[in-house]
Protein backbone atom coordinates (compact mmCIF):
# COMPACT_ATOMS: atom_id res chain seq x y z
CA UNK A 1 0.00 0.00 0.00
CA UNK A 2 0.91 3.62 0.30
CA UNK A 3 3.42 4.80 2.20
CA UNK A 4 3.83 8.73 3.09
CA UNK A 5 6.61 10.52 4.94
CA UNK A 6 6.72 13.56 6.92
CA UNK A 7 9.86 15.28 8.01
CA UNK A 8 10.31 17.51 10.23
CA UNK A 9 8.24 16.06 12.81
CA UNK A 10 8.66 19.21 15.18
CA UNK A 11 9.97 23.10 13.30
CA UNK A 12 9.92 26.07 15.36
CA UNK A 13 10.65 29.30 13.58
CA UNK A 14 10.47 32.71 14.60
CA UNK A 15 7.36 35.08 13.99
CA UNK A 16 7.39 36.38 10.39
CA UNK A 17 9.95 33.96 9.46
CA UNK A 18 8.95 31.39 6.80
CA UNK A 19 8.34 27.09 7.42
CA UNK A 20 8.50 24.40 5.12
CA UNK A 21 7.42 20.53 5.88
CA UNK A 22 8.08 17.88 3.22
CA UNK A 23 6.46 14.73 2.24
CA UNK A 24 7.23 12.13 0.19
CA UNK A 25 5.06 9.03 -1.04
CA UNK A 26 5.82 5.51 -2.47
CA UNK A 27 2.67 5.15 -4.89
CA UNK A 28 3.27 6.54 -8.01
CA UNK A 29 -0.11 6.17 -8.97
CA UNK A 30 -1.76 8.65 -6.18
CA UNK A 31 -3.15 11.28 -7.37
CA UNK A 32 -4.47 13.68 -4.90
CA UNK A 33 -2.06 15.57 -2.09
CA UNK A 34 -4.05 17.31 0.60
CA UNK A 35 -2.35 19.49 3.42
CA UNK A 36 -4.27 19.17 7.24
CA UNK A 37 -3.99 21.56 10.08
CA UNK A 38 -4.95 20.15 13.22
CA UNK A 39 -5.02 23.06 16.87
CA UNK A 40 -4.74 20.99 19.97
CA UNK A 41 -7.57 19.02 20.87
CA UNK A 42 -9.25 19.98 17.30
CA UNK A 43 -10.33 17.71 14.29
CA UNK A 44 -7.86 18.15 11.75
CA UNK A 45 -9.05 20.56 9.01
CA UNK A 46 -8.56 21.06 4.91
CA UNK A 47 -6.18 24.12 4.87
CA UNK A 48 -4.56 23.65 0.85
CA UNK A 49 -4.35 20.57 -1.98
CA UNK A 50 -2.78 19.71 -4.89
CA UNK A 51 -3.41 17.45 -7.77
CA UNK A 52 -1.19 15.35 -9.55
CA UNK A 53 -1.94 17.46 -12.95
CA UNK A 54 -0.18 20.74 -11.10
CA UNK A 55 3.41 21.50 -10.02
CA UNK A 56 2.26 24.50 -7.23
CA UNK A 57 -0.82 26.06 -5.72
CA UNK A 58 -1.19 29.31 -3.31
CA UNK A 59 -3.47 30.32 -1.29
CA UNK A 60 -2.66 34.04 0.95
CA UNK A 61 0.58 32.97 3.00
CA UNK A 62 0.19 28.87 1.90
CA UNK A 63 1.54 27.14 -0.95
CA UNK A 64 2.06 23.28 -1.82
CA UNK A 65 4.26 22.35 -4.18
CA UNK A 66 4.38 18.72 -6.14
CA UNK A 67 7.38 16.78 -7.58
CA UNK A 68 5.76 13.92 -9.40
CA UNK A 69 8.76 12.51 -10.51
CA UNK A 70 10.80 12.14 -7.24
CA UNK A 71 7.57 11.56 -5.18
CA UNK A 72 7.61 14.19 -2.87
CA UNK A 73 5.60 17.28 -2.02
CA UNK A 74 5.66 20.37 0.11
CA UNK A 75 3.90 22.89 2.26
CA UNK A 76 5.26 26.60 2.65
CA UNK A 77 4.11 29.19 5.21
CA UNK A 78 5.20 32.63 4.85
CA UNK A 79 5.30 35.28 7.33
CA UNK A 80 4.48 32.83 10.27
CA UNK A 81 2.10 33.65 12.72
CA UNK A 82 1.45 32.20 16.07
CA UNK A 83 -2.01 31.21 15.37
CA UNK A 84 0.15 29.39 12.60
CA UNK A 85 1.26 27.32 15.23
CA UNK A 86 0.00 23.37 15.27
CA UNK A 87 0.04 20.04 13.92
CA UNK A 88 0.15 19.89 9.90
CA UNK A 89 -0.46 16.38 8.22
CA UNK A 90 0.20 15.28 4.69
CA UNK A 91 -1.83 13.12 2.94
CA UNK A 92 -2.10 11.20 -0.35
CA UNK A 93 -4.68 9.76 -2.10
CA UNK A 94 -5.07 6.50 -3.67
CA UNK A 95 -7.60 3.91 -4.41
CA UNK A 96 -10.98 4.24 -5.77
CA UNK A 97 -12.47 5.71 -2.69
CA UNK A 98 -10.10 7.76 -2.41
CA UNK A 99 -8.93 6.69 1.11
CA UNK A 100 -6.34 8.85 2.61
CA UNK A 101 -3.16 7.95 3.67
CA UNK A 102 -1.49 10.09 6.02
CA UNK A 103 1.90 11.78 6.92
CA UNK A 104 3.28 11.27 10.79
CA UNK A 105 2.32 15.17 11.48
CA UNK A 106 4.71 18.27 12.25
CA UNK A 107 4.74 20.25 15.33
CA UNK A 108 4.85 23.83 14.03
CA UNK A 109 5.67 26.48 17.16
CA UNK A 110 5.89 29.91 15.58
CA UNK A 111 7.98 31.72 18.78
CA UNK A 112 6.45 35.45 19.30
CA UNK B 1 -25.40 22.02 8.28
CA UNK B 2 -24.03 19.68 10.89
CA UNK B 3 -21.22 18.18 8.86
CA UNK B 4 -20.28 15.20 10.15
CA UNK B 5 -21.38 14.37 13.98
CA UNK B 6 -19.45 11.48 16.26
CA UNK B 7 -21.15 10.53 19.30
CA UNK B 8 -19.72 10.31 22.09
CA UNK B 9 -17.22 12.70 22.78
CA UNK B 10 -15.34 10.45 25.55
CA UNK B 11 -15.59 7.43 26.76
CA UNK B 12 -13.86 5.21 29.29
CA UNK B 13 -13.50 1.43 28.69
CA UNK B 14 -13.03 -1.61 30.38
CA UNK B 15 -10.94 -4.47 28.98
CA UNK B 16 -13.53 -6.59 27.23
CA UNK B 17 -15.84 -4.55 27.14
CA UNK B 18 -18.08 -3.48 24.04
CA UNK B 19 -19.25 -0.49 22.57
CA UNK B 20 -20.12 1.35 19.38
CA UNK B 21 -19.12 4.56 18.28
CA UNK B 22 -21.54 6.75 16.04
CA UNK B 23 -20.63 8.88 12.54
CA UNK B 24 -23.30 10.64 10.90
CA UNK B 25 -23.08 13.29 8.04
CA UNK B 26 -25.76 15.71 6.46
CA UNK B 27 -23.17 16.87 3.54
CA UNK B 28 -25.19 13.73 1.63
CA UNK B 29 -21.43 12.36 0.89
CA UNK B 30 -21.11 8.82 -1.09
CA UNK B 31 -17.47 7.98 1.25
CA UNK B 32 -17.11 7.41 4.79
CA UNK B 33 -14.25 6.12 6.76
CA UNK B 34 -13.22 5.54 10.15
CA UNK B 35 -9.42 6.29 11.47
CA UNK B 36 -7.57 6.60 14.73
CA UNK B 37 -5.00 8.91 16.11
CA UNK B 38 -2.01 7.81 17.94
CA UNK B 39 0.83 10.23 19.32
CA UNK B 40 3.68 10.69 16.89
CA UNK B 41 1.62 8.31 14.42
CA UNK B 42 -0.44 10.48 12.36
CA UNK B 43 -3.93 8.95 11.23
CA UNK B 44 -4.38 5.38 10.48
CA UNK B 45 -7.04 4.42 8.38
CA UNK B 46 -9.05 1.65 10.19
CA UNK B 47 -12.33 1.24 7.47
CA UNK B 48 -13.71 2.73 5.23
CA UNK B 49 -17.36 2.73 2.92
CA UNK B 50 -16.70 3.90 -0.62
CA UNK B 51 -20.44 4.17 -1.19
CA UNK B 52 -23.48 3.21 0.71
CA UNK B 53 -23.57 -1.34 1.02
CA UNK B 54 -20.13 -1.20 0.68
CA UNK B 55 -17.04 -1.61 3.29
CA UNK B 56 -13.46 -2.44 3.00
CA UNK B 57 -10.73 -2.76 5.64
CA UNK B 58 -8.11 -0.24 5.86
CA UNK B 59 -4.28 -0.14 7.47
CA UNK B 60 -5.51 -0.99 11.28
CA UNK B 61 -8.72 -3.57 11.34
CA UNK B 62 -8.08 -5.93 13.82
CA UNK B 63 -10.38 -5.59 16.68
CA UNK B 64 -13.05 -3.56 14.66
CA UNK B 65 -16.07 -4.21 12.76
CA UNK B 66 -18.47 -1.35 10.90
CA UNK B 67 -21.66 -1.13 9.41
CA UNK B 68 -23.15 1.65 7.14
CA UNK B 69 -26.30 1.60 8.00
CA UNK B 70 -27.71 4.12 5.33
CA UNK B 71 -25.76 6.79 3.28
CA UNK B 72 -25.50 9.13 6.90
CA UNK B 73 -24.56 6.75 8.99
CA UNK B 74 -21.36 4.45 9.03
CA UNK B 75 -20.73 3.04 12.58
CA UNK B 76 -17.23 1.73 14.53
CA UNK B 77 -18.07 -1.46 16.72
CA UNK B 78 -15.29 -2.46 19.32
CA UNK B 79 -16.41 -6.08 19.94
CA UNK B 80 -14.07 -6.74 22.98
CA UNK B 81 -11.99 -3.91 23.89
CA UNK B 82 -8.05 -3.69 24.56
CA UNK B 83 -5.53 -1.13 26.03
CA UNK B 84 -4.26 -0.90 22.72
CA UNK B 85 -7.53 0.87 21.45
CA UNK B 86 -7.25 3.62 23.69
CA UNK B 87 -6.68 6.24 20.80
CA UNK B 88 -8.67 9.07 19.55
CA UNK B 89 -11.05 8.27 16.45
CA UNK B 90 -11.95 10.26 13.69
CA UNK B 91 -14.71 9.74 11.60
CA UNK B 92 -14.69 11.95 8.10
CA UNK B 93 -16.92 11.97 5.05
CA UNK B 94 -15.89 12.71 1.14
CA UNK B 95 -17.99 13.58 -1.92
CA UNK B 96 -18.09 11.48 -4.72
CA UNK B 97 -17.12 14.04 -6.99
CA UNK B 98 -13.37 13.41 -8.32
CA UNK B 99 -10.19 14.90 -5.95
CA UNK B 100 -12.44 16.24 -3.33
CA UNK B 101 -11.20 16.52 0.62
CA UNK B 102 -12.57 15.08 3.53
CA UNK B 103 -14.69 16.45 6.17
CA UNK B 104 -13.70 15.14 9.42
CA UNK B 105 -15.54 14.90 12.72
CA UNK B 106 -14.91 16.41 15.77
CA UNK B 107 -13.91 12.76 17.32
CA UNK B 108 -14.19 10.63 19.88
CA UNK B 109 -11.08 9.91 22.88
CA UNK B 110 -11.25 6.49 23.70
CA UNK B 111 -9.36 5.11 27.05
CA UNK B 112 -9.65 1.30 27.75
CA UNK B 113 -8.26 0.31 31.42
Known amino acids: GENVEQHPSTLSVQEGDSAVIKCTYS??????FPWYKQELGKRPQLIIDIRSNVGEKKDQRIAVTLNKTAKHFSLHITETQPEDSAVYFCAASIGSARQLTFGSGTQLTVLP | NAGVTQTPKFQVLKTGQSMTLQCAQD?????MYWYRQDPGMGLRLIYY???????DKGEVPNGYNVSRLNKREFSLRLESAAPSQTSVYFC????????????FGSGTRLTVV
Open chain 2, 27 to 31: MNHNS
Open chain 2, 92 to 103: ASRSGQELYGYT
Open chain 2, 49 to 55: SASEGTT
Open chain 1, 27 to 32: DSASNY
